[in-house]
């Protein structure tokens, strides 16, 4: 048997990996922090309970990251305070963001996931830490779709420029 060929959790984790799950620590509190400041800039209900479970399950995701992190005796990045509540109509037209640019906007943050996830799990020698970005991965995959159907749904979906001529062959 080799050196790291034992319980996963009981192996080093080594530099990569420390870096990689402190960054995703860090981006993830950043990440509630927004979604909660987007909040109160939307109207829409359905993307009101998406933005609301996508700060549940990245909250859930930090959790398990820091368990992690805390185990290993690596210090957890700062988290900023989480940002006042709002009255959306309190917010001036001009300074408001938009439901379709939210949407946009955090459909293409949870894309950025998907991305970091996968990366994680490349570069992870512990089989634990891999599984575990295997499941956000899977969880993002999931929101992403729902991203997909509510900005379809609600008309705010701006596809790039569509190839709608099929090629004839002679």
């Known amino acids: 048997m080799g050196i790291l060929s034992g319980n996963p959790q009981d192996e080093p984790m080594h530099y990569g990996e420390v870096f990689g799950l402190w960054s995703y ?11 909660q400041m987007l909040l109160n800039h939307v109207g829409d209900d359905d993307l009101k309970k998406l933005l609301r479970e996508s700060i549940e399950k990245c909250q859930d995701e930090i959790k398990q990251v820091s368990t992690i992190l805390k185990e290993n005796g690596v210090a957890l990045p700062p988290a900023s305070p989480e940002p006042p509540t709002a009255d959306l109509n309190d917010i001036p037209p001009g300074a408001r963001f938009l439901d379709p640019d939210v949407a946009a906007s955090a459909a293409a943050e949870n894309a950025a996931g998907l991305v970091t996830c996968s990366k994680m799990m490349g570069q992870s020698i512990r ?8 499941q956000f991965h899977m969880s993002k995959a999931a929101t992403g779709a729902k991203y997909l159907r509510l900005l379809k749904n609600k008309g705010w979906l701006i596809p790039p420029p569509l190839h709608l001529q099929k090629h004839h062959e002679a």
């Open 127 to 134: 089989e634990d830490i891999a599984m575990m970005f295997g």
């Open 25 to 35: 620590v860090m981006a993830g509190n950043k990440m509630v922090g927004n979604y």
